[in-house]
């Protein structure tokens, strides 16, 4: 499982949480009360975790695509046949600047990076 799939789970998980726990204050069932408080606690702990799991492997991507030689902006053709670049470029990684990857690089269009020019 990935780790976002994973941080979509557990955000289902404490929303059902924090729904049941609303239903068990209106009861004012104190042990149910408790029992979720904890259960949220947990479950809050685990999403900051798997969050930094995340913005770590983000850092580590845009670092290595960094380190890749040369860089230049996509151009509207380009971007229309995409495939037609792929094949041509080897080893390119382009990166949209609204992914987590192009707000961390902090572009503003689409970019290419790759070993060699192109």
Not at 17 to 22: F, I, N, S, T, V
Not at 46 to 51: A, C, D, E, V
């Given at each position: 499982m990935s780790v976002k799939?994973?941080?979509q789970k557990i955000h289902n998980r404490l929303d059902r949480?924090?729904?049941?726990?609303?239903a068990a204050q209106k009861r004012d069932d104190?042990?149910?009360v408790k029992q979720f408080l904890h259960e949220i606690q947990t479950l809050e702990k685990?999403?900051?975790?798997?969050?930094g799991k995340q913005q770590?492997?983000?850092?580590n991507k845009g670092t290595e695509v960094?380190?890749?030689p040369f860089k230049r902006a996509i151009t509207k053709a380009e971007q229309a046949d995409m495939g037609k670049l792929k094949k041509s470029v080897r080893g390119l990684v382009v990166v949209h600047p609204m992914t987590a990857l192009g707000k961390e690089l902090?572009?503003?269009?689409?970019?290419g990076y790759a070993?060699?020019?192109f």
């Open positions: 799939e994973e941080l949480c924090k729904h049941r726990l609303a104190q042990p149910v685990k999403l900051t975790k798997l969050k770590f492997e983000t850092g960094r380190n890749l902090g572009i503003k269009e689409m970019t070993p060699q020019a």
